[in-house]
């Protein structure tokens, strides 16, 4: 439904219960509920027509946004140090005169927004390597495999 369409249908639904039609009845007929009925009606009188309207759901404010003025300190850091990760630039933060140090997975998304991280350059968990057979047991283990079995090794080793 187009904006205007939309804003009509409300129009209508709201002038059933200005008129006396009890709200449930008409939140029923319409196919909403009473308490969007009630906000409606709400707008209606407060603002008139234009009430009506899709409103944004977008914040008006973020009160825990990242200052500019230390995701243009992070940015800096990375660029004098292209080694560092966000682990040590969180620690270098953290010695320096801020009101709150960011997190290590905040300067990671600062990091990741600006450009500064390769995702490829970075060394994936073994997917390969991550599982084994093996046709006897592990060290360790007695007992005997049925033939054809093999006991599946789990080890946790990054890429290197």
Known sequence: MDQQAVV???Y???????GGSPIGEVAVRYG??????????????AEGKTGLADRSRRPRT???????????????????????????I???LAGRDLAVAPSRATVHRV??????????AQ??????????RRDTPPCGTRGCLPPGRAFLVLTQRRCR
Request: glycine share 4%; proline share 5%.
């Open 62 to 88: 973020s009160p825990m946004k990242l200052d500019a003025e230390v995701e243009a300190l992070i940015c800096e850091l990375r660029r004098e140090h292209p080694r560092w990760g966000a682990r040590r």
């Open 32 to 45: 909403t509920t009473r308490q969007s009925l009630d906000t409606w009606r709400t707008r209606f009188t």
């Open 8 to 10: 009509e249908y409300r």
């Open 123 to 132: 060394a994936p968990w073994c997917s390969a390597g991550s599982r084994s």
């Open 12 to 18: 209508r639904a709201v002038c059933e219960v200005l």
């Open 111 to 120: 990091l990741t927004r600006n450009g500064m991280i390769d995702p490829q």
């Open 90 to 92: 969180c620690h270098e």
